[in-house]
């Protein structure tokens, strides 16, 4: 298909033009005009570019592309090096931030809630790109913390008091942290989200809600894996998804 059509069709999926975002979301760098090989990754990497080249891919899109708020706008270094190899094998990149974290099917907060067997009763936060709910059955923070690790291969940052059943949860995938006290607010037990700040540990030691550190990669690996495979099945794309392990 044309670059511009996925472009168009992946705008109107995603509700792009509704959200307030750091950075442009749709078509950052353009490559060939003829889209085949669609390659996923969390973030637009080197490491990424690279096994996205080798494998023949038309066009990379990922959650995390280029070009935010407030970054330095010369293109030089990495940034340089990035840019030059998508030119130089005349691939596109096409990046999704928060239209991507929000959306209920390819979302990565419906998908990761999905994943941990969480329950969404509502949203909250920032355009609403959190989640909020209940487990389906009642858990001891061990067995929770244990099915994190276990689902997400990464084991999790747990701040709070050993409360020994959880069974209101909030969510919010990636750097989510600022979103706890709200989460409180809302009377959950456990607030799941990627990063850890300092102020996150005071507020759970203070109010008794558990906050889990779940790694921003990790929680963040479904939404653009889900997009891929979506445009794949509708348009007869060959899609490949290449993880770069983070630690974060």
């Known amino acids: ?16 033009s509704r959200f307030r975002d750091y950075c442009p979301n749709g078509v950052q760098v353009e490559g ?4 085949r090989r669609i390659a996923t990754g969390v973030t637009a990497s080197q490491a990424v570019l690279e096994a996205a080249s080798a494998w023949g891919a038309d066009a990379v899109i990922v959650h995390h592309g280029y070009f935010w708020r407030n970054e330095d706008a010369a293109i030089i270094g990495i940034k340089k090096k990035r840019i030059a190899h998508l030119l130089h094998h005349d691939i596109s990149l096409l990046a999704y931030h928060l239209p991507l974290d929000a959306h209920p099917e390819f979302g990565n907060n ?28 009642a858990q001891t923070l061990q067995q929770l913390t244990q099915h994190i690790q276990h689902t997400l291969q990464r084991a999790p940052q747990v701040i709070g008091h050993a409360n020994p059943n959880i069974a209101r949860i909030a969510w919010c995938s990636g750097g989510g942290q600022s979103y706890f006290e ?21 507020v759970a030691q203070e109010t008794g809600v558990v906050f889990i550190a779940a790694g921003h990669h990790a929680t963040e690996r479904y939404g653009v894996q ?17 993880d770069q392990d983070n630690p974060v």
């Open 1 to 16: 298909m044309r670059l511009n059509e996925l472009r168009d069709y992946i705008e109107s999926e995603l509700a792009v």
């Open 182 to 202: 709200q989460a409180v607010a809302l009377g959950v037990d456990a607030f799941v989200t990627g990063e850890i700040s300092e102020q996150n540990v005071h």
């Open 226 to 242: 889900a997009l891929g495979e979506h445009l794949s099945a509708r348009f007869g794309l060959e899609h490949r998804f290449f």
């Open 110 to 137: 419906a998908l990761l809630g999905e994943r941990l067997g969480f329950i969404t009763q509502g949203r909250f936060g920032d355009q609403d790109i959190a989640c909020y709910g209940e487990l389906e059955q």
């Open 32 to 35: 060939r005009s003829e889209v």
